[in-house]
């Protein structure tokens, strides 16, 4: 929200030195976030005054039109005769009255004017535009002549030639630019800004929305509301007798321009100015364009309509409408239509008679935030007018609203107003919260005493009644105001929070990193140090990710917990998987010319439960008890951690030093190897097939837990599938498995090597063994064979071939004994070999390569 300075002094009056800056500070000190003061004018120094032309005289023999223009400007140039001005726009004609800077004045951007020769002829100064002094967009046209977008400004004819034109415009001026927050939507209003800055200085409000409104009768527009939820209040007013030729006056226009918006016609700038004054969004309809009676409804599954900004749109069930007898005219909040749009002024050249919209229909209605909300997130049409129905518009501010934007509408377009008030209005209560009067005191932990508290509430708009029990009537701008800690913060708000006392806690001692913590420290240090870089993704996914994986319809993993208001429609749920964000990672660096990757992440996925569960509210004046946080995270869905590598391109690089390699789906499985080492967990590998995975290079991860062997993930080479449907490189790798299953499998605390000082003994052995067996299940054959003079085992090469015949393969193991007390003898080692061998020949029948 921008808020000029000099219209903010009409609410309040503020003290006459106070600054822009001053302003800020008191905003920010109230909660409210106030980004920049904008000083417009900056640098701008006279002379710079009103000029009428005088003549024209059009320049030829230059590539493109330029005009030699005489000018009066009164006796600002100090001699009162005509300037000689050099002027390449033709967007004004003679008689015009125009904005002229003359020699000696600075403009903006420190560009100073002096005379200069310039297509054969002196220049003395400049005709303007709006860019050129830095007021943006200037919109429709303030007169019959031009003075349109990009064009020169010319100004209406009352204005006498040498008036200081930096007055006339408004041209210094400082403006306030305030993010507002989703629960401070009053605060999208010169209104709800003048409020907080009233009471910021302890002074009166000038409220705008303190009208004399007369009271509804029966000959009003029509109106009829089919949904009285999605519409609880609809005021229509008449005005008719509009001049077509009415324009926007400076001072309005100058106005809009410093809040942010356009001006384009007056019907339109008197309702986008008293929106911006008061808050209320509201649209005025050409009466003569619209059949029969106003209605509100919901629209009708694919009917079709097209909104002001020419987009034919296919409308929703969920989408509120207004509508008259031949189908909607306006998409309720958001958008009015094309074919009840305020028609543009048009001169007949023949007889010079101006046509245009005479009548029009304004509407202050008050709808539902939520549909609202969902209406332009699902056409992706967001409109001042939504922004501000979205956070919550003041229902009772309408038929002010309504009131002033007839009010302007006589008085600037001439134009007279029926006597008709029509206000459908479906009946509510006000909003009443019981408060504790030192309530605000134990969420804040000072003593502000229950006068205080009193007083700030009725600040903000609040009725107060009680004594040690407060009643609280919430005022109707308010409707972010539902509970007792809203009112609360109300008062520590406006008490100041730099007025907190700041204690830190005593933390006790003995107390740090959890094991799980240390952890996954450990394991992203493994993983860095092994050359992948961490690549952290938002937790969102679309489902149709799911099926882009190849999975089942059937897993659970496609059981997700969706969100009531997602940041993008287009992935509403929170990942069950840390692939699909990793994955994208990839592909996005891919697509931007690095090629060689080897990324990781780890994080919480969300698994859903057979029923959702009930998120109760904690309190916050005490701890909540055992009972209450269970129930809490008893609604919760499953949060396990899981830890994820993606690869592709190059793993080794290639240089004078050798050949590289590609990325391949052994180091996917060999960064679970990593995983399961930090954790000291063993890891059982052996070959599966899942998902995403290629089912001949897929890698099922186990681990056994309390006895029990349970999958914790898989690793390998990405179908080809799964990567053309994600538009990933060739031979992409992945792994995933979960971190909380691999801890508790895990020893505990990592055990240092013991170093031993008597020598290792290496026996090495071929075996072969048919090509279905697994080389995990010889390994642990071998392992459990050898016993515990068995320091290491390593798989060091793989042969299939005709020597060994068909659909056989050979597997050579190093073997490395130690003893912990003694040098192992030639025999020992042997026969720790041997018992080994026939364990492995017992289970998998391997037999000795050569025997």
Same mark, same amino acid.
């Given at each position: ?161 040498g008036t200081d034109a930096i007055e006339v ?26 409020r907080e800055t009233a009471t910021a200085y ?241 969420v804040a932990g000072v003593d502000y005493g ?183 995270? *008893? ?7 899981? +830890? @994820?590598? =993606?690869? #592709?391109?190059? $793993? /080794?690089? %290639? &240089? ?109 052995? *071929? ?7 697994? +080389? @995990?299940? =010889?390994? #642990?054959?071998? $392992? /459990?064979? %050898? &016993? ?64």
């Amino acid at each position: 929200m921008r808020v000029p300075l000099s219209w903010l002094r009409e609410y309040v009056d503020l003290p006459a030195g106070e600054t822009g800056r001053d302003v800020q500070a008191k905003l920010v000190d109230a909660g409210l976030e106030v980004e920049r003061v904008e000083q417009l004018g900056a640098g701008l120094k006279g002379p710079l005054v009103v000029g009428q032309v005088l003549t024209i005289e059009e320049l030829e023999g230059f590539k493109k039109p330029i005009r030699f223009c005489t000018v009066d400007v009164g006796a600002a140039n100090g001699t009162g005769e005509p300037q000689e001005i050099v002027c390449g726009a033709r967007n004004f004609s003679v008689g015009d009255k125009v904005v002229v800077v003359l020699p000696g004045a600075v403009l903006p951007g420190d560009f100073a004017i002096a005379a200069r020769q310039t297509y054969g002829r002196t220049s003395h100064g400049m005709i303007c535009s709006g860019d050129e002094l830095g007021m943006g967009d200037w919109g429709s046209p303030l007169t019959e002549s031009g003075g349109g977008s990009g064009g020169i400004i010319v100004l209406p004819r009352e204005y006498e030639p040498g008036t200081d034109a930096i007055e006339v415009l408004e041209l210094v001026d400082e403006v306030l630019d305030i993010a507002v927050t989703p629960d401070r939507g009053y605060c999208l209003s010169m209104r709800g800004v003048a409020r907080e800055t009233a009471t910021a200085y302890g002074l009166p409000l000038r409220d705008p929305a303190l009208l004399d409104v007369p009271a509804p009768n029966s000959y009003g527009y029509p109106v009829k509301i089919s949904d009285p939820q999605g519409c609880d209040l609809f005021t229509a007013r008449t005005v008719t007798g509009l001049e077509p030729e009415a324009r926007s006056p400076m001072w309005l226009r100058r106005r809009l321009q410093k809040a942010g918006m356009r001006p384009i016609s007056l019907a339109v700038d008197v309702t986008n100015y008293v929106m911006l004054e008061l808050g209320q969004p509201l649209h005025a309809y050409d009466r003569t364009r619209i059949a029969g009676a106003i209605g509100v409804r919901r629209a009708e599954q694919g009917e079709k309509f097209t909104t002001l900004d020419g987009t034919k749109r296919v409308l929703d069930a969920g989408d509120l409408v207004i509508t008259d007898d031949r189908g909607p005219i306006g998409l309720a909040g958001v958008m009015g239509g094309a074919n009840t749009e305020i028609a543009d002024s048009v001169t007949d050249p023949e007889t010079g008679q101006i046509y245009g919209t005479t009548e029009v229909v304004i509407e202050a209605a008050h709808f539902d935030a939520l549909s609202i909300s969902r209406t332009a997130r699902r056409h992706k049409l967001s409109s001042e007018a939504s922004k501000r129905f979205e956070r919550g518009v003041d229902p009772q501010a309408a038929a002010a609203a309504a009131q002033r934007t007839v009010d302007l509408l006589v008085l600037l377009a001439g134009g007279t107003a029926e006597a008709g008030v029509t206000a459908v209005v479906a009946p509510s209560a006000p909003r009443t919260i019981a408060m504790r009067a030192d309530h605000p005191d134990r969420v804040a932990g000072v003593d502000y005493g229950r006068e205080t508290v009193v007083r700030r509430l009725q600040e903000v708009g609040c009725d107060v009644y009680g004594q040690d029990e407060l009643v609280v009537t919430v005022p109707s701008w308010r409707p972010d105001l539902n509970e007792p800690n809203d009112l609360a913060e109300e008062v520590i708000r406006l008490e100041g929070y730099s007025n907190l006392p700041s204690t830190l806690p005593t933390p006790p001692s003995g107390r740090g990193l959890t094991e799980r913590q240390r952890l996954h420290r450990r394991i992203g240090r493994a993983l860095a140090g092994a050359g992948y870089v961490e690549a952290l993704n938002y937790p969102f996914i679309g489902e149709q990710v799911f099926d882009q994986l190849n999975i089942r319809a059937d897993d659970t993993c496609r059981r997700v917990v969706k969100l009531v208001n997602p940041l993008s429609d287009e992935e509403p749920a929170l990942r069950t998987a840390l692939l699909p964000g990793l994955l994208g990672a990839l592909r996005r660096n891919d697509s931007r010319g690095s090629h060689d990757l080897a990324l990781f992440e780890t994080g919480l996925v969300f698994r859903a439960g057979e029923e959702a569960g009930v998120a109760v509210r904690l309190p916050v004046d005490r701890r909540p008890t055992d009972e209450e946080i269970a129930t809490l995270d *008893a609604a919760l869905p499953e949060q396990p951690r899981h +830890a @994820a590598v =993606v690869l #592709a391109g190059a $793993r /080794e690089q %290639a &240089g004078w030093w050798g050949n590289g390699r590609p990325a391949e789906w052994a180091d996917a499985v060999e960064a679970a190897r990593t995983l399961a080492r930090e954790a000291s967990a063993e890891l059982i590998v052996r070959q599966g097939q899942y998902g995403p995975w290629h089912p001949g290079r897929c890698a099922e991860l186990a681990v056994v837990i309390d006895g029990e062997e349970q999958r914790v993930g898989f690793a390998g080479e990405l179908h080809p599938r799964v990567v053309k449907a994600l538009s990933l490189p060739a031979r992409t790798s992945a792994m995933e498995l979960d971190l909380d299953r691999l801890e508790r499998a895990g020893a505990g605390v990592v055990q240092a090597p013991r170093i031993s000082t008597f020598p290792v003994a290496t026996q090495d052995v *071929a075996l072969v063994v048919s090509g279905d067996v697994p +080389a @995990a299940d =010889v390994e #642990a054959a071998l $392992r /459990e064979g %050898a &016993g515990e003079l068995l320091e290491s085992l390593r798989l060091f090469d793989v042969f299939a071939g005709e020597q060994i015949g068909a659909g056989r393969k050979s597997l050579a193991y190093a073997l490395r004994f130690r003893a912990a007390d003694r040098t192992l003898t030639v025999e020992e080692a042997s026969a720790a070999r041997d018992a080994a061998v026939a364990l492995a020949a017992e289970r998998t029948g391997a037999a000795l390569r050569g025997a």
